[in-house]
Each structure stands twice: as C-alpha cells, then as structure tokens.
C-alpha cells in the first residue's frame, strides 16, 4: 500500500510539474494589463492560424490611470492603444499578431457584446518602436512537439509502477488470483 501511495504522490508530482514547466508570460501580462487600468474577467490565449500565432487577449473593461480621471471608462481607440502598449512591452511568447478584446468602453458603457480589433506586428512597431528581440520567448508547439515526447517516457513509467503496486496489492489481499499458463 505504501508502493501505491508513492506511485500516486509522483504522478500527481510530475502532472502538477508539467503544468508549471512554461513560463509565466501569461500571468504577466494580465498583470501588466491591471496596471495599465485595463482588467475585470482578462484572458490571454495563443492559437495558431496556418503559420501565423495570433496572441488573443480579452479584458471587461478599460479604465483611466491619470489621477484626476481615475476609475472613469476610457474610450476604444484609446483603450486599444494602451493594451498594445502595455502587450508591446511585456514579455509573451513570440507572435506575429495581436487579437484585442473588450467589452465596455466610454463610448459604449452599456454594451455586452465583446468588440474586436485585430493588431499587427508591424502596426505596433510602427506605433511604439521595434520590440526588444529579449521580451519573446518561443512557444511550446515551436520545438516539434519534443518537449511533450519527453514526457512520455517518466509518465509511463509511473503508469506502470500504479499498475504492479495495485496488482501486487490485490493478490496480497486475495483479491486476485495469479496464474500461470505455459504452452509446448
């Protein structure tokens, strides 16, 4: 029982592990984004279209930083321009364009329904200057899929170590009988 309790510790520690292995762009920016006054539900997500990463970040709401305007909505194309910047200059894994989303601006305060702008690489090094080659780290789905081949190998292993601890279990318990089959 003690072999299955340490199978099951390592697997949860090798799953718990994987999940953490990445770096944390995403956490960074939906911090940088808070500072920049933009938050409430914020989301980042990478997919990839044909051979182009598109990064999509969706933030509720967009509000003023400046101090005498603090707390007050900010208009669409000024809230566009403050979460490209703040993407600009945060580090996130390689992308070529940016999706941005949000769902209430000063222009439209009641509205529900989320409005789209799509940003491209070259756009927003026209509008903020070349992006420092350091602040690009490159995706997982970049090195052909071999860092998730190496962890074939541990999780297979730990796979069977559960599967003779559980099997060695229920026959010391009588639960399974084991037999033996040779053929001539």
Do not use: K
């Amino acid at each position: 029982m003690a072999h299955l309790r340490l199978a099951l510790a390592a697997l949860a520690f090798l799953v718990l592990a994987s999940g953490c292995a990445g770096p944390a762009a995403q956490r960074d920016l939906v911090r940088t984004l808070a500072e920049t006054g933009c938050g409430g539900a914020a989301a980042v997500d990478y997919q990839q279209v044909r051979n182009r990463v598109v990064l999509s970040v969706s933030v509720e709401e967009c509000v003023a930083a400046h101090p005498r305007r603090t707390g007050e909505l900010v208009g669409h194309a000024e809230a566009v321009r403050a979460m490209g910047r703040a993407i600009w200059s945060t580090p996130t894994y390689r992308f070529d364009s940016v999706m941005v989303t949000m769902y209430r601006t000063a222009d439209e305060p009641r509205r529900t329904r989320p409005r789209s702008v799509l940003l491209e690489r070259e756009q927003l090094a026209a509008d903020f200057g070349p992006r420092d080659a350091a602040l690009d780290t490159p995706r997982l789905f970049d090195d052909g899929g071999r860092v998730a081949w190496s962890y074939l190998p541990p999780l297979a292993g730990v796979g069977g170590a559960l599967l003779l601890a559980g099997m060695v279990s229920a026959i010391r318990a009588g639960r399974v009988l084991p037999i033996l089959i040779i053929r001539r």
